[in-house]
């Protein structure tokens, strides 16, 4: 389990990141990192019980997470991305231990274009295994962030990314055995943006009125370190890492990626009633924009919208929230040309194949020992066991059920593939199941019927819950993709 004292001790300096020096590295025994008990498992939508912090709204600006720059850039995109522990003022004036990519809580972003190779390489500066998941990415198995193929500490990897893929927001984030819910929690979590060039042709907002805003939750102590514990206590929401934040605007257009960076919250998002563009989901633009005036965003889900802040008066501040609770406000300060526009046709959504084989999948715990167990079809997860094999090439239907018969939620999200929601409890999708999907929301007694095609790839990825505590104590199965 990360030790926060430890953490404190070598971590915390003012004024900003700071190397954690290589300790004496104790393996994580199973359970180590994964505070998960039974009475935890109320779910999400259990009241938050959690003491607030009182803290003014809108006193912090918004930051944007910064562009990370190629170390190197002919036919490839190179990065180098140490894996290190920080401290970062994510309450303000307070410095709270993290760990961080790069230093930065939130992480930096990598920008990528179809068709271009990129890759990272990641040093890990922990004294912990660490790696790293490109979430929504079709990436060879050896790049995937296998939960048992990690980097130790002090090694290096490099992690290849084809992008051979449409223009999506992803998130990389840490995918390490039983320690990504804590990592993740703790700030390994970044975004990935693939822009491609028809995409560019549609002249959507872009460049500095084109902003990726990563949202989760967290819960603080008096000392304003980060608590890994009850999920139904993270009542702090952050917007690129601050506590409530301001973001001021110019009279245009804005294109926003949302990101639901929580390790296990639903985000019902609003504009208090004013209406915003959707235009694309997980996996990129929908076939043409919706007009939504609310959203529901579960962890690991991306939601792309445009907001016109033209028809408001300079001077205007507009609430997005979650449900109603205050996350972020758009402050309208200044007027600013605007030749951007959002076309009434985005992308057509590719062909569906007819699909060769049927499988079920339920999700549910196992709740008859101490410690809960998360179960797919009834069983653990196991590195050592695959539960699919996926012939290459092929089309599937899974048929995915949450087998709670207690008010819990799950959500689901394979690797390798970006796939289509047919149904949704024998009915017809939600409007949050539109376009390509990598993550689904499945509530207690729920079904959600999907669709993927398998093109290239050999090797072994993970389903799983996103519900990252879910996953950590094994709500997750294991597909092996064969010639
Ligand atoms: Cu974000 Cu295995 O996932
Ligand atoms: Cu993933
Ligand atoms: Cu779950």
Known sequence: MLNRRRLLALGATAGGAMLLPFTKFTPAGAKDGVPLRKEYLLG???????????????????????????????????????????????????????????????????????????????????????????????????????????????????????NDQQGA????????????????????????????????????????????????DSEFDANGELVFSDPANRTTILANGKAQPFFPVAA???????????????????????????????????????????????????????????????????????????VLRFDVVRQAADTSRVPAQLRALPALPAATVVRDVAMSFDLTGTDPIGMINGKAFDPNRVDFQIKRGSTEIWNIVNAETIPLDHTFHMHLVQFRVLERDGGAPLPQDAGLKDTVLVPPGGSVKVQATFRDFLGKYMYHCHFLEHSSVGMMGQMEIIP
């Open 44 to 162: 999400d939508r259990a009241p938050r019980t959690g003491v607030r912090r009182t803290l003014a709204p809108f006193t912090t600006q918004m930051p944007v997470p910064q562009v990370l720059q190629p170390v190197q850039s002919g036919g490839v995109d190179i990065y180098n991305i140490p894996i290190q522990a920080a401290t970062a003022e994510i309450l303000p004036g307070v410095q709270t231990p993290v760990l961080t990519y790069a230093g930065q809580f939130g992480g930096p972003t990598i920008k990528a274009k179809t068709g271009r190779r990129v890759k990272v390489m990641y040093q890990n500066r922990l004294d912990m295994p660490a790696n790293v998941h490109l979430h929504g990415g079709h990436v060879p198995a050896a790049s995937d962030g296998h939960p048992m193929d990690v980097i130790q500490p002090g090694q290096a990897r490099v992690y290849d990314y084809p």
């Open 252 to 326: 245009r257009k804005y294109r926003f990626r949302l990101l639901n960076a929580s390790n296990e919250h639903i985000f019902q998002l609003n504009l208090g009633g004013k209406p915003m563009t959707k235009i694309a989901s997980d996996g990129g633009l929908l076939p043409a924009p919706v007009q939504v005036t609310e959203m529901v965003l579960a962890s690991a889900e991306r939601v792309e919208v445009v907001i016109d802040f033209s028809r408001y008066p300079i001077g205007t501040k507009l609430v997005l929230s979650n449900g109603g609770d205050p």
């Open 169 to 216: 927001t992803l998130w990389y984030h840490d995918h390490a055995h039983h320690m990504e819910a804590e990592h993740v929690y703790r700030g390994l979590h970044g975004f990935y943006l693939i822009e491609d060039d028809s995409e560019r042709a549609l002249n959507l907002p872009s460049g500095a009125y084109d902003v990726p805003i990563m949202l989760r």
